[in-house]
C-alpha cells in the first residue's frame, strides 16, 4: 500500500503493508466557512451572549484594553486585524477614545514579539496607530502584575495589571481548538504569570477534551476569583472556532462563559473523542511530523520542538487513543539539528543537560522547576530580548509521558541518528525498516495504524 507521509517541510512516499489502517488527524471540521469574516464579527459583535453590545457597555471617558492571541496560534485566518478594528469601531460609537485604548499581546510565558512581527499578525495600520500602547505582556514584570490571591482551592492567580485597571478588557480569542484554549485560558494563562500557570500546566494537567477538561475547571475557578475581584461585564471575550487553519467557521462575542460554552457545543458535535477514532487499538502507530510547532512562529524548530513537543505532545495524543498500551510508535522526521538561541534561550541547556539526567518529566520538574523558573539569565532574556521564558524549555519535555504508554520510539529518517539516540529512542533510515523493525517485535500480522497528518508549517 503506497502513501505519502509528511516528512519536515515535504512528503516522501511509503510503502505499509497491506493491512494497515489509514487513520485522518481530525484538524478540520465539517462546518463551511463564514462568507465574509468582517460581516460574520459585525454580527457577533451586535448580538453578544450574556453582555450588552460594546456600544451600550462602554462609556465615554473608560480606559480600555483590547488584549488577543499571541502568534503562536494555529490561525491562519485575518482574525486579529478584522476583530480589532471592528471593535474599534464599537468603542468609539460608545465614546471611548483611542488615546485611552491599549493594545496587548497574551503571550504568557511565550517570548515577546517585534513590531514587525506583530505587523503580520494585526497589520502595520494598528501597530503605527498605538505606538507605545501596543505592548507585550512581560510575566516578569512586577510592577505591571496584580496578584489577586488564591482561588478556593487555593490556586494563585496572578494577572496583566491593564486588565484590572481598565475599565473593560476584550480579548480576541482567534481559535478554540477541541477542549484547549479559549475560555479563561486566555485571561488566566495568556496574561498571567508562572506563579498561577504552574497549577494546571503540569506534565498530566493540560487537556484537550471537550467535556470534563481538569485543566479548564482549575481556569474556570481562577476565572471566578477575576471576577469576584473586579467585578462581572468587566471582560469581554471575543472566541472562534476554524473550519481549518485558514478560514473562520463561527464567532461569538459576550461572556467568557457563554462565548466557550456555545464554541464546545459546536465541537463536541464535529470531533469525536480521540478514544473513538478506532474500534481496535494497534500494535504499531505511524506518522510523519511536519515542519511546525506553535513555538516556533517567527523562529525555527529544534530537536525538542521536534521530537518531544511536536512529535509526541500536540501529535501524540493519538499514541493513547490509537495505540495498545506497549505499543511501538514511529515518527518520520529528517529532525535537522538546528538550535535558535534567541528565541528558545533556555532549550539547548534542557536538551544537553537535563534530558542527560533524567526522561520522567515529573522528575524533571521536581529537579529542575524551580531553578529553571528564576533562573536571572534566562529571565533577562525573555523580558528584553524576544526568548522564551526558561520555563517553558522544562515545559517542552513534558509529552515525554507519552512513554508511559509506548513502549518504543522508533524515529525514521533523522539526518543526525544521534538526536533519537539521545532521547533514548531508535534511530531507523526508512519508515519502512522501522515498521520491519516493529513487526519483528510485535508480529507479523501486528496491527497497523497510520495517522495522514498534513503539511503544514509554522508562521515566518
Known amino acids: 500500500m503506497d502513501e505519502q507521509i509528511v516528512f519536515g517541510d515535504r512528503m516522501i512516499a511509503v510503502r505499509f503493508p497491506e493491512r494497515t489502517m489509514v487513520v485522518p488527524p481530525g484538524l478540520s471540521i465539517s462546518l463551511p466557512p463564514v462568507e465574509n469574516l468582517k460581516v460574520a464579527i459585525e454580527g457577533a459583535l451586535k448580538t453578544p451572549l450574556d453582555f450588552p453590545p460594546l456600544r451600550e457597555l462602554a462609556k465615554p471617558g473608560w480606559k480600555v484594553t483590547i488584549a488577543f492571541d499571541d502568534p503562536t496560534v494555529p490561525c491562519f485566518a485575518p482574525v486579529w486585524e478584522v476583530a480589532i478594528r471592528l471593535v474599534l469601531e464599537e468603542l468609539d460609537r460608545a465614546g471611548v477614545k483611542k488615546r485611552d485604548t491599549f493594545l496587548l499581546c497574551a503571550n504568557a510565558l511565550h517570548r515577546k514579539f517585534t513590531r514587525g512581527e506583530l505587523t503580520k499578525v494585526i497589520g502595520k ?46 480579548y480576541i480569542n482567534t481559535v478554540v481548538w477541541r477542549g484547549f484554549n479559549g475560555g479563561w485560558k486566555s485571561i488566566c494563562v495568556g496574561l498571567s504569570t508562572y506563579r498561577s500557570i504552574r ?47 485558514l478560514q473562520v467557521a463561527k464567532v461569538w462575542a459576550g461572556s467568557v462563559w457563554e462565548t466557550r460554552r456555545a464554541a464546545l457545543e459546536i465541537l463536541k458535535g464535529q470531533l469525536p473523542a480521540r ?19 506553535p513555538y516556533a512562529s517567527f523562529s525555527a524548530m529544534n530537536p525538542l520542538l521536534t521530537l518531544v513537543s511536536t512529535g509526541l ?107 533519537a539516540s539521545h532521547l533514548g529512542f531508535e534511530p531507523k533510515d526508512t519508515v519502512e525498516s522501522a515498521i520491519a523493525q516493529a513487526e519483528a517485535i510485535h508480529g507479523r500480522d501486528a496491527s497497523i495504524i497510520f495517522i495522514r497528518n498534513p503539511l503544514i508549517g509554522s508562521r515566518q
Not at 501597530?127 to 482561588?151: I, K, M, Q, W
Not at 478514544?275 to 502507530?285: H, S, W
Not at 539569565?377 to 519535555?397: S, V
Open 125 to 170: 495600520g494598528l501597530v503605527e496607530e498605538f505606538g507605545y500602547r501596543l505592548l507585550c505582556h512581560d510575566a516578569e514584570d512586577p510592577e505591571n502584575l496584580t496578584y489577586l490571591g488564591c482561588s478556593a482551592s487555593g490556586y494563585d492567580v496572578e494577572i496583566n495589571r491593564l486588565v484590572t485597571d481598565s475599565d473593560l478588557t476584550i
Open 275 to 293: 478514544r473513538d477514532l478506532v474500534k481496535e487499538k494497534a500494535d504499531i502507530v505511524v506518522y510523519g511530523i511536519p515542519n511546525w510547532s
Open 199 to 245: 497549577w494546571h500546566h503540569t506534565p498530566e494537567g493540560m487537556s484537550m477534551s471537550i467535556e470534563r477538561n481538569p485543566m479548564h475547571e482549575m481556569l474556570n475557578e481562577m476565572g471566578g476569583l477575576i471576577e469576584e475581584k473586579i467585578g462581572k461585564k468587566r471582560i469581554f471575550k471575543i472566541e472562534t472556532i476554524l473550519t481549518n487553519p
Open 313 to 419: 505532545g500536540y501529535l501524540g495524543g493519538v499514541i493513547e487513543a490509537v495505540g495498545k498500551p506497549g505499543c511501538s510508535v514511529i515518527l518520520a522526521t529528517p529532525c535537522p539539528d538546528q538550535w535558535d538561541d534567541v528565541h528558545h534561550p533556555s532549550y539547548r541547556e534542557v536538551w544537553n543537560q537535563v534530558l542527560n539526567r533524567s526522561r520522567d518529566p515529573h522528575e524533571i520538574q521536581d529537579l529542575f522547576g524551580e531553578d529553571f523558573a528564576h533562573r536571572p539569565e534566562y529571565i533577562y532574556k525573555y523580558r528584553f530580548c524576544y526568548g522564551f521564558h526558561p520555563i517553558h524549555g522544562l515545559m517542552a519535555t513534558y509529552p515525554l509521558k507519552r512513554l508511559k504508554h509506548a513502549a518504543r520510539i522508533f524515529v525514521a529518517g533523522a539526518l543526525e541518528p544521534s538526536l
